[in-house]
């Protein structure tokens, strides 16, 4: 079992900057590729940003491509998400999520577990 618990969203105005933070606990964390995903209201989980076991290879949906960074340190068990350059469509609750995968997975149903979620709210 891994634990995920993310934190750091709140109410942002557009051109302004957030860091989302997921601490896991259980499992050894660097067993597992971590996954930031996003939801909006009325739409489907998608997928945001990506890393490897190890950190050295990162994937980015385009939509975020340039504006959002995604590291981990695995002494610290921790994925987070730098969100810079926040436009309204980025509003949504983000989820950071596991994989016992050696790659960086789109498709959220290879995602073994999942955090709660954290309000991201972009607005004037």
């Known amino acids: 079992q891994v634990q995920l618990v993310e934190s750091g969203g709140g109410l942002v105005q557009p051109g302004g900057s957030l860091r989302l933070s997921c601490v896991a606990s259980?499992?050894?964390?660097?067993?597992?590729?971590m996954g930031w995903f996003r939801q909006a209201p009325g739409q489907e989980r998608v997928f945001v940003a990506g890393t490897t076991r190890g950190g050295e290879f990162t994937y980015y949906a385009d939509s975020v491509k340039g504006r959002f960074n995604i590291s981990r340190d695995n002494t610290k068990k921790t994925v987070t998400l730098q969100m810079n350059s926040l436009k309204p469509e980025d509003t949504a609750v983000y989820y950071c999520?596991?994989?016992?995968?050696?790659?960086?997975?789109?498709?959220?149903?290879?995602?073994?577990?999942w955090g709660q979620g954290t309000q991201v709210t972009v607005s004037s």
């Open positions: 999520a596991a994989d016992m995968s050696t790659v960086v997975d789109t498709n959220q149903r290879n995602y073994d577990y």
């Open positions: 259980g499992r050894t964390f660097s067993n597992y590729a």
